[in-house]
Nanobody
């Protein structure tokens, strides 16, 4: 199984931008970002399918967030623009999708999480 190293979280005012980074130690069929706010369920934010060259987004972030794979597809970035207070959450990188949709919980590997806080 790959290992994941996340970075890039922080605090920003509404309307600002942050970029999250997730470096995988090897190949993964899918690299995705999830988030979990206090008291809420974890939700899929975006995913990039390595072999298909395709990306997917949650409706709540479309047009504001961009996921991209670089470095021989082992690193994935999540560029987050026009951030809103409701984007505040712990963000997790996920790799190695076993089955199902990109926004299911069926990943074998999860990162440690990085906090994103957006103030109004």
């Amino acid at each position: 199984l790959v290992q994941l190293v996340e970075s890039g979280g922080g605090s920003v005012q509404a309307g600002g931008s942050l970029r999250l980074s997730c470096a995988a130690s090897g190949y993964s069929n899918v690299l995705a970002w999830f988030r979990q706010a206090p008291g809420k369920e974890r939700e899929g934010v975006a995913a990039s399918y390595t072999n298909r060259d395709s990306t997917f987004y949650a409706d709540s972030v479309k047009g504001r967030f961009t996921i991209s794979q670089v470095d021989a597809k082992n690193t994935v970035y999540l560029q987050m623009n026009s951030l809103k207070p409701e984007d505040t959450a712990m963000y997790y990188c996920a790799a190695d999708l076993r089955r199902g949709s990109w926004n299911s919980d069926e990943y074998n590997v999860w990162g440690q999480g990085t906090q994103v806080t957006v103030s109004s």
